[in-house]
Structures are given as C-alpha cells and as structure tokens.
C-alpha cells in the first residue's frame, strides 16, 4: 500500500515565488493535515480538514492556503514564499472514530 | 488549548537497558492518543494507538499505557538496542473537534551498543 505519497520530496525556492504541495492517500480516510516542522519547535499543525470540502486553520495558518481536492488529495499552497517558511512540511490522514493518523515522508522546502 | 510535553527531551542508555518515555498532556478529555518514532530525515512511523476506552497497548517490545485522568501516558521499551535509536513522539487527539492532534516536541533516544 502506498499509504501517504507528498510530492515533492525537497524544493528551493526563492523569496517571493509560489508553489504547492501535493499530498494524496488512498486509505479512504476522512481526515487530513498539514503539518511543519522547525528544530526547538516540534510538529505544528497548519490546516486539517475533517472531511471533503472542509478546511480549518490550525496553528500557524498565515502564508498558506490548502484545498481539499477531492477525498483522496490535499494540497498546500505558498502564494509568496518567504525564508520563514523553510522547513520540513508532512502530510498526514486519519479515519473516522480514533483511527490511526499516517504519515507522508515529508518535504524538505528551502526558501532562499 | 491542548499542550503536550514529553520528558526527557534526550535520553542516552546502553545497550539491554528497559525505560520508559514520559508524555503529559493538559486536557483530559482526548479522543486517543498516538506514539510515533521519526528517524533522522524521515518522515513519522506509527508505533502504537491508545483508544480513550484502553488503559494500554502493546507491540513486541513495546508498551503504552494512558491515563487520562491523570493527563499522563508512557511509551516503556525493553531490552532496547540500538537500532530503537530515534525520536518517538506521542500526539493527542482533541475531543471536540474529533480530528485535530497535538504533538508533543519528542524525546530523542540513543542506544549505545
């Protein structure tokens, strides 16, 4: 099983420069989330959404934007890039009623 | 606002040596609780699942206990080797919202052959 598959696996980007991050699970789960991770700071969440159609803001929202494709897919978009977005970003899903959250093998996002 | 806190930070212990992972969290009433491991440069691995109903899970030579009445949950490994070399974390689900975890900052472990 494929499980959590994010694209890419590492990306430079330059200040001001957009682009998205691709994330797709094929275990029907429900549930889907964002997440950055900086050293000293843990794993914060930045969007999840509960279900197809619906998102929210989790802890450090600001600079981004998600969409909720479809049940299969979720994608993170940065509109202008900046340094303090560089970080390694997952992905992760879940089911419904206390099921296991799975994780993507991550994206190492530099932006210079 | 959930917070969770994983004591210690970094834990250092030879090879066969048995110990135990600390995690608290502020909120009681979680959904169930989550404890990963994450290699250096991968992604997060699931260990085990604790349901709010369970006191405990095992897996191999591992064990996770919850108590939620008291915010605390421990990830106790035996026999460790040094291939259990890693960050674990453990995370929470909130109740109310039913969906949203909260990570704990992880406990690095080093097992010295």
């Known amino acids: 099983n494929a499980g959590v598959t994010q694209t890419p696996k590492f990306q430079v980007l330059k200040t001001g420069q957009s682009m998205t991050l691709q994330c797709a699970q094929d275990?029907?789960?429900?549930?889907m989330y964002w997440y950055r991770q900086d050293p000293g700071m843990g794993l914060r969440l930045i969007y999840y959404s509960a279900s197809e159609g619906t998102t929210d803001k989790g802890e450090v929202p600001n600079g981004y934007n998600v969409s909720r494709l479809n049940k299969r897919e979720f994608s993170l978009r940065l509109e202008s890039a900046a340094p303090s977005q560089t970080s390694v970003y997952f992905c992760?899903?879940?089911?419904?009623?206390?099921?296991?959250?799975?994780f993507g093998q991550g994206t190492r996002l530099t932006v210079v | 606002k959930q917070e969770v806190t994983q004591i210690p930070a970094a834990l250092s212990v030879p090879e066969g040596e048995n110990l135990v992972l600390n995690c608290s969290f502020t909120?009681?009433?979680?959904?169930?609780l989550q404890w990963f491991r994450q290699d250096p440069g991968k992604g997060l691995t699931s260990l085990l699942l604790?349901?709010?109903?369970?006191r405990e899970q095992t897996s191999g030579r591992l064990n996770a206990s919850l108590d939620k009445s008291s915010g605390r949950s421990t990830l106790y490994i035996a026999a460790s080797q040094p291939g259990d070399s890693a960050t674990y974390l453990c995370?929470?689900?909130?109740?109310?919202?039913?969906?949203?975890?909260?990570f704990g900052e992880g406990t690095q472990l080093t097992v010295n052959p």
């Open positions: 275990m029907n789960h429900n549930s």
């Open positions: 992760a899903s879940s089911g419904i009623d206390e099921t296991e959250a799975f």
């Open positions: 909120d009681s009433a979680i959904y169930n």
């Open positions: 995370a929470v689900y909130a109740d109310t919202s039913g969906s949203r975890l909260t």
């Open positions: 604790i349901q709010s109903s369970q």
